[in-house]
Every structure is written in structure tokens, then in C-alpha cells.
């Protein structure tokens, strides 16, 4: 199994762009996630699916910020438009149980400018 | 509201030692408590879970306990080499108060160096 993919792997990007963050989960698992890393903040929370569909998005910080899962092998994070304090990186992770391990992408590390 | 806590938030110790790190949690409504490995620049690694009924969890040369009446956690890594330098994350899955979701919430880390 290749793991949680997410893709680009860096992104930088002048403020006020759109920047779309893509993953791709591990086949068969049926919960999706999103986390966000910063210094100040560590890891947080952003949105997670179920069965491709969102069940918490309390923790998007901004209206700029939008997730999609059309369907069971792929996500995407959308962010419009982009500002320099949305710089950071941003994880993917999938799990089969929500209540079972979960497994991390690579992440993206976002750069506004 | 749950809360996760790593002391020390920094470790430096010389290869050879045994060595304990620590996570609190303020809520024992858990399913389960992770803890993870993160490499500079890279992405999280899983370690070792352990389900809420349990106490304890091996892995090699790494031990992890629960006591989740107490909210607390600790990491033990044996014989410690300087690969396994790194930074380690708690993270505790959170029940919901509905009872059928969770989040899983991350603690700030501790940063572990191994000097050889």
C-alpha cells in the first residue's frame, strides 16, 4: 500500500491566490482528515469526512477555507483567497475506524507571500 | 474542553539512556491514545496506540502506559540511539459527547535529541 498521498509537496504562492492542497487516501479506509501545523499552534484539526461526506468542520478557521471528497480515493483542501498566516503545513491522514490508528501523509508545506 | 500536555517540551540525553516522556489529558472520555513520531520536515509516523481499555502497549525497544483515570501517558524508549532523534506527539482520540465521533487532539511534542 503507498500510504496517505498528498500532493503538491511544497506550494508557495503570492497572497490573495487560490491554492487547492490534494490527498489520497489509503484504499478502503472510510475516514478522512485534515490537520493543519504551525509553531505557535501544533497540530489542529481543520475538517474530517466520513464515507465521503463531512461530518466536523468546526475547526476550518475561515469561510476562505473549503473541503471537497467527490468520492473515496480523493480530497481536496481549498483555500481562497490565501493570506500569509495560512502559511503552513498541512496534513492528510485516513483511518479505517475513527476509533482505530491513523495514518499520516507527507504533508504540504504552504508558503503565502 | 480536552486538553493534551508533553513535558519536557525538549530532551537532550547521551545514546545509551533510557528515557520517559510524558503527555497529560484533562478528559478520560477517550477511545484511545496515539503517540507518534515526527522527523524535521516531515510527516507523522504512528509508534504505538492504545485502546482505552488498555494499560500498555511494546513496540521494540518502546513502552507505552495509560492510566486514563489519572489522564496521563508515558512514552519509555530503552537504550536510546542517536536515530532516534526526533519529535514524539501524544495525541488522544476525544469522544464525543454523542458518543459516535471523536477527534483526535494532538499534544505541542517533545523534542528528543540522542547525542552519540
Known amino acids: 500500500d503507498a500510504g496517505v498521498i498528498q500532493s503538491p509537496r511544497h506550494e508557495v504562492t503570492e497572497m490573495g491566490q487560490e491554492v487547492t492542497l490534494r490527498c489520497k487516501p489509503i484504499s478502503g479506509h472510510d475516514y478522512l482528515f485534515w490537520y493543519r501545523q504551525t509553531m505557535m499552534r501544533g497540530l489542529e484539526l481543520l475538517i474530517y469526512?466520513?464515507?465521503?461526506?463531512?461530518?466536523?468542520d468546526s475547526g476550518m478557521p475561515e469561510d476562505r477555507f473549503s473541503a471537497k471528497m467527490p468520492n473515496a480515493s480523493f480530497s481536496t483542501l481549498k483555500i481562497q483567497p490565501s493570506e500569509p498566516r495560512d502559511s503552513a503545513v498541512y496534513f492528510c491522514?485516513?483511518?479505517?475506524?475513527?476509533?482505530?490508528?491513523?495514518?499520516f501523509g507527507s504533508g504540504t508545506r504552504l508558503t503565502v507571500v | 474542553k480536552q486538553e493534551v500536555t508533553q513535558i519536557p517540551a525538549a530532551l537532550s540525553v547521551p545514546e545509551g539512556e533510557n528515557l520517559v516522556l510524558n503527555c497529560s489529558f484533562t478528559?478520560?472520555?477517550?477511545?484511545?491514545l496515539q503517540w507518534f513520531r515526527q522527523d524535521p520536515g516531515k510527516g507523522l509516523t504512528s509508534l504505538l496506540l492504545i485502546q482505552s481499555s488498555q494499560r500498555e502497549q511494546t513496540s521494540g525497544r518502546l513502552n507505552a502506559s495509560l492510566d486514563k483515570s489519572s489522564g496521563r501517558s508515558t512514552l519509555y524508549i530503552a537504550a536510546s540511539q542517536p536515530g532516534d532523534s526526533a519529535t514524539y506527539l501524544c495525541?488522544?482520540?476525544?469522544?464525543?459527547?454523542?458518543?459516535?465521533?471523536?477527534?483526535?487532539?494532538f499534544g505541542q511534542g517533545t523534542t528528543l535529541q540522542v547525542k552519540p
Open positions: 469526512f466520513n464515507n465521503n461526506v463531512p461530518i466536523d
Open positions: 478528559d478520560s472520555a477517550i477511545y484511545n
Open positions: 495525541a488522544v482520540l476525544h469522544r464525543s459527547s454523542s458518543g459516535n465521533t471523536g477527534k483526535l487532539i
Open positions: 491522514a485516513s483511518s479505517l475506524i475513527y476509533h482505530y490508528g491513523y495514518t
